[in-house]
């Protein structure tokens, strides 16, 4: 199945989802990976956050869970825009699958984590999954490759708008989740993590007005 | 056959390249305990000279291209470290920092392949088995891949800076004294050197500049922290070369990256070396190959006691006052804990000795 999502093989796909080989469990096995998998591509945050290893390994788990959810969400926003903009019938575990499927280039998302190609290889495994939902839902929905297109945009913009209001508290709960696992609350917007970094763990490379207000991280060791 | 072996030798790299950003990732994150700042030289500090007349006028360190292994340096580095401090008898050269290591372990000691690394390292040095002894430069060289990932880069800036002030202030550089700290960076050495540059400035507060003796650099910030930045290069150095290729920030399409920035202020000052290669024979530090009577190493040698000079001329030390015994230097805070009552004690014997 990975191999036919790499090459794009629609039909292959489309007989995937039809025939039901791909069920619910090996679906939701899928998805979690694929949430593991980027979790450890995206785990410099982690490691800037200073997480001590076993927090860190809980914190990988509990973002592959939380990418499960986003799925589920992403998979609803879709099944909305094509059953109500485009006035599609297929059900919303038809949907799940195909997303599920073309999820398949990200299960290599841990690639991210390799220095300098690190990120251009995540951006381009993104792509490539997104060209297979693409490509997947007009063939599976049996829509037009512009409805298509349409339903994938529209869904994303769905799931923003959710985002920014009656799933303020879910990403809440979220956020304190992260927090609960990694035993602190996690930066993850690049300025502060800049900050974090120039603030380090070195005190000897402080500046001298900096290190009178910070009480250094060996003494606070050692006291 | 062969396609199975590539395979394998594919992943290998793979698997290497991944677990690459570990070793500065893990320091920074505290996962080697929490002594992260501890000097791993264990001779005592080295603070003869005192007053303004007798102080150093400039501590020069050289981070090394990425065959380093450990504090200790290959031949022609150590004939050239030599012939430097020679020329410079007021400069303290400073050569036993391992930049490919923000812990600055060496490959050779306290790691899990360290048997394999001294294998290698041996097989280097007889000139046996190419590949394998290429493994040390292919470890070295995803550590700069690390440094030039701009999520890593900071990071391991960070911990390399530490290793080098540890050195410098070991080796007796004073704190707010302004005297100028200038890193001869060698091939990856140069873009560990532009990583650790901020992080010097600021907690020595004074002018860091970077000779850079072919040298790889991304188009990192810190090249906007260089009070002076020369780049020497060979017209046969292909690796150098390549260094401006594989890096989009030093690209022209990018005219607000940080290396077309400075370029427009003038920076990097480019120093034409003749005909010298990157590395082995006919390279900066090789004393067989000659250009008009003179060898390569003491071509460079004289090159960079010039560029020194000229720093100098740049750049005026500050006065620095004897410390009361029984305060702390200055300097004394940017030392771990266990070694600032070496540092007093020092301290109390200059003092005695000036007044002798």
């Known amino acids: 199945m990975i191999d036919q999502v790499w090459r794009l093989d629609i039909d292959g796909l489309q007989a995937v989802v039809e025939q039901g080989a791909l069920g619910a469990r090996l679906t939701l096995i899928l998805v979690l990976l694929v949430g593991l998998s980027e979790a450890v591509g995206e785990s410099v945050v982690l490691f800037l956050n200073r997480v001590k290893p076993r927090r860190f390994i809980l914190s990988l788990v509990i973002s592959a869970v939380l990418f499960a959810f986003t799925y589920g969400f992403w998979v609803l926003s879709i099944y909305l825009v094509t059953r109500f903009a485009f006035d599609s019938d297929a ?36 792509l490539w999954s997104l060209l297979a939902m693409i490509q997947g839902v007009p063939v599976v929905l049996g829509l ?20 920014s209001t009656i799933g303020r508290p879910i990403t809440g709960i979220a956020r304190w989740l992260r927090a609960r696992a990694a035993g602190r609350p996690i930066v993850t917007d690049r300025r502060r993590l800049r900050q974090l970094v120039d603030a380090g763990p070195e005190w000897g490379l402080q500046s001298p007005a900096d290190r009178e207000e910070k009480r250094p991280r060996q003494r606070r060791a050692a006291g | 056959m062969l396609s199975l072996l590539l395979s394998v030798l594919f992943i290998g790299l793979l698997i290497a390249m ?5 070793e500065a990732l893990g320091w920074y994150a505290g996962w080697y305990g929490e002594g992260l700042s501890e000097p791993t030289h264990e001779e005592e ?61 060496a490959l050779t000691e306290g790691r899990p392949l360290a048997p394999f690394w001294r294998y290698a390292l041996e097989m280097k040095l007889q000139g046996r088995r190419p ?8 470890r070295n060289l995803f550590q700069v891949g690390v440094a030039a990932d701009r999520r890593y880069g900071p990071i391991y800036g960070q911990g390399e800076a530490q290793v080098i002030l540890n050195s410098l202030i070991k080796a007796g550089y004073e704190q707010g004294s302004g005297v100028p700290i200038t890193i001869i960076g060698y091939s990856g050495g140069a ?6 540059a901020p992080f010097l400035r600021r907690a020595l507060d004074a002018p860091v500049s970077l000779i850079s003796l072919g040298g790889i650099v991304s188009s ?14 060979g017209s046969k150095d292909r690796v150098a070369q390549l260094g401006n290729l594989i890096f989009p920030g030093k690209w022209p399409f990018f005219p607000h990256s940080y290396w077309n920035r400075i370029r427009r202020r003038g920076k990097p000052v480019r120093v034409q070396m003749g005909p010298m290669k990157h590395h082995q024979a006919g390279s900066y530090l090789d004393d067989d190959s000659e250009i008009d009577g003179r060898n390569h190493q003491d071509i460079t040698v004289d090159t960079v006691r010039r560029l020194l000079e000229r720093i100098d001329r740049d750049t005026q030390p500050r006065e620095i006052e004897l410390h009361p015994v029984g305060e702390r230097a200055p300097y004394a805070d940017a030392l771990p804990q266990e070694d600032v009552s070496r540092v007093n004690r020092a301290n109390q014997q200059l003092h005695k000795q000036v007044r002798q």
């Open chain 1, 144 to 163: 037009s490759p512009l409805q298509a297109v349409a339903s994938v945009v529209l869904g994303a913009v769905l799931l923003f708008v959710l985002n």
């Open chain 2, 191 to 196: 873009q560990i050197a532009v990583l650790a």
């Open chain 2, 220 to 233: 990192d910030r810190g090249l906007m922290e260089l009070h002076h930045y020369y780049e020497l290069r």
């Open chain 2, 131 to 138: 590949i394998l002894a290429f493994s040390i430069n292919m």
């Open chain 1, 91 to 126: 059900t919303v575990v038809t949907i799940a699958r195909i997303v599920a499927i073309s999820y398949a280039p990200r299960l290599f998302g841990f690639l991210a984590f390799i220095p300098f190609f690190g990120v251009p290889i995540s951006y381009a495994l993104q």
């Open chain 2, 18 to 22: 991944f677990l690459a950003p570990l």
């Open chain 2, 45 to 105: 500090p080295q603070y003869l000279e005192f007053g303004p007349s007798e102080r150093h006028d400039h501590y020069v360190v050289f981070l090394d291209g990425i065959a380093k292994v450990g504090a200790e340096n290959y031949e022609d580095v150590q004939s050239f470290l030599d012939k430097l401090s020679d020329a410079r008898p007021a400069t303290v050269v400073l050569g036993d920092i391992m930049p490919y290591s923000p812990r600055n372990l």
